[in-house]
């Protein structure tokens, strides 16, 4: 069964994140970074950019400060491009205190991305072939298959579905390699984040972020005997359309959850949002002024490494989502020198742009 539920709308004197262009990646703590690396280039065609660490500070406290994870915590850091559209920025951490299981879906912090294939049955088969993932039911319409990769990461698989202007619908890169053709990979249709108060979330993203919302619902469990993946339960949902080339889905927790707070990004399962701005100070400002957010010290310019140049700052969020705004200087960052391969870039898009 499936029924729209209210939703707030943003404000009519919402203007968003200043000079925002577009989601420029999704960020994931795995327990192992190679076995990630490898399914996600391997398995679902992916395209490595680079790596780099290790990221620390042996001395002093600046991990607590710009990362918010223990001040001796190490990590290891890889970019792999994910069809047209997006980038995953992949962590590995060794940290005191480091929870290694991550938070189920129906958990505060709990969160999956979502694939759109060309041929769903197509794409099980691949899937199935690799040998590398466990799959779940498909949900009760139908429309959306779950698996579990290698490193314990909750994806799905789904058909284009409909275009209807307002939610961002993948395309496939011109020139699609072996994986992505036999994966009938189009990208990815939107990542998904469970939170505590989905109304208070939902506000967040609109008239901080300047999401537009989409759609809202109320699902049955999705797995057709039980619930799979586990811990998934009937939730309130909302989809947002953030930026020309992403959606967030984001889900209300409730019965049986086990954590009430997400993870620490250098906890299994930790993860964040990043966002593309022209200007990282003039959204920085912005965000300071907005309730419940904690800038996590001041915008820095990476110097050295394969993204030198880079200009960015995380945030917390009264939400419980931890973000970042940055600005790359695509076309001149030094990993370029070493490969062919590229992050996806929002190009001449902004924000508001529906190509």
């Known amino acids: 069964m499936r029924k729209a539920v209210s939703v707030a709308s943003p404000s009519p004197t919402s203007s968003g994140l200043p000079t925002a262009r577009a989601v420029d990646h999704h960020a994931f703590t795995v327990p192992r970074l190679d076995e990630a690396v490898a399914f996600f280039t391997g398995v679902l065609g992916g395209e490595l950019c680079y790596r780099e660490g290790p990221v620390e500070d042996s001395s002093g406290d600046w991990m607590t400060r710009k990362l918010g994870v223990h001040p001796r ?31 189920g879906p129906n958990d505060v912090g709990g969160h999956h991305l979502a694939l759109t294939v060309t041929d769903l049955g197509a794409a099980e088969e691949h899937l199935r072939r690799s040998g590398a993932v466990r799959l779940g039911p498909s949900d009760r319409d139908g429309s959306r298959r779950w698996f579990l990769t290698p490193v314990g990461m909750l994806l799905s698989l ?68 039980g619930h799979w993946p586990p811990g998934a339960e009937r939730c309130r949902r909302v989809l947002l359309r953030t930026g020309p080339t992403a959606n967030v889905e984001l889900r209300q927790s409730g019965r049986g959850a086990t954590r009430s707070r997400p993870p620490l990004n250098s906890d299994v399962g930790g993860h964040h949002l990043a966002f593309f701005v022209d200007d990282v100070d003039a959204a920085a400002a912005h965000l300071r002024r907005q309730e419940g957010v904690t800038l996590m010290g001041e915008p820095e310019t990476i110097t050295e490494g394969p993204i030198a140049g880079d200009r960015w700052l995380y945030f917390g969020t009264p939400i419980g989502i931890q973000m970042e705004i940055i600005n790359m200087p695509d076309g001149s960052l030094p990993y370029e020198a070493q490969t062919t391969a590229r992050r996806a870039t929002p190009g001449a898009l902004r924000w508001h742009d529906r190509p």
């Open 73 to 103: 915590a190490r990590a290891q850091v890889a970019l792999v491009r994910l069809g047209a559209h997006c980038n995953l920025e992949l962590f590995e951490y060794a940290a005191p205190g480091q929870i290694t299981s991550p938070p």
């Open 158 to 225: 789904g058909g284009p579905g409909r275009r209807d202007g307002r939610r961002f619908v993948p395309t496939p890169r011109p020139r699609p390699n072996a994986a992505e053709r036999s994966l009938g990979l189009l990208g990815v249709e939107h990542v998904s984040y469970t939170v505590a108060d989905l109304d208070a979330a939902t506000a967040f993203f609109t008239d901080v972020l300047g999401a537009e919302v989409v759609e809202g619902r109320e699902d049955a469990a999705d797995g057709p005997d």
